[in-house]
């Protein structure tokens, strides 16, 4: 019997979907439009992920295209760097994907490739002055132009519009005890770079969680 695979649609020539256009910054549309145009991928916006803002998935011989998720509860200007940040990998990919060594996730082939999707919003002055700065500072230290960039998550952090009593997880301490929105809760651990381990209290598995994550502290019993 053969098996049925499922798998998204192929990517079309058709306009910027209206899921897409709607959660950019009106004045980067047609830049993203262009981009994409050039580059055919099955684009989605998903359901927020706690561990990650978007992601990229190269072609292989189930789905012999691109694939890109984006969280559906990023702020304009987050949206839009996260999509070019997803956009460098899939550039990356095609410009260096039949090499036989496994290229590193954000090495100097993928810093080349952001640089080159950066410049424009840049020079076309299509983000507020602060996100400029940011985004100017990511590209000349390009060690640090990834979505873990913690300045330029702050930056993008000020547009977020939804106002709460909730905690960053790299506020809380060690041991505190956490709740994410969808009621799953975890034990702050020790930082790791840009995230922090993180056990989930029923079951003692380990995560790692961003620590710009925003997350409702538990009070202890």
Request: a positive charge; one cysteine or more; glycine letters at 4%.
């Amino acid at each position: 019997m053969t098996r049925r695979i499922d798998r998204p649609p192929p990517p079309t020539s058709a306009p910027l979907p209206a899921a897409v256009a709607t959660r950019l910054p009106e004045a980067a549309a047609d830049y993203v439009g262009e981009l994409l145009s050039q580059h055919p991928v099955v684009l989605r916006v998903v359901p927020r992920r706690v561990t990650k803002l978007g992601d990229h998935r190269p072609p292989n011989a189930a789905v012999p295209w691109h694939r890109i998720t984006i969280n559906d509860d990023l702020n304009p200007y987050a949206f839009l760097v996260t999509l070019l940040h997803e956009l460098a990998h899939l550039t990356t990919h095609a410009a260096h994907g039949g090499r036989r060594r496994r290229l590193q996730p954000h090495g100097r082939e993928w810093q080349t490739q952001f640089a080159k999707v950066i410049e424009p919003v840049v020079a076309r002055r299509l983000v507020p002055a602060d996100v400029d700065v940011a985004l100017r500072a990511a590209v000349e230290r390009p060690r640090a132009a990834t979505c873990s960039d913690r300045r330029l998550l702050l930056a993008l952090s000020r547009y977020d519009t939804d106002a709460d009593s909730l905690l960053r997880v790299e506020e809380l301490r060690p041991g505190d005890l956490f709740e994410l929105e969808s009621g799953r809760r975890f034990i702050r651990g020790a930082r790791l770079r840009s995230r922090y381990r993180c056990l989930e209290a029923s079951s003692g598995v380990e995560y790692r969680v961003h620590g710009l994550a925003r997350v409702a502290r538990v009070p202890p019993d």
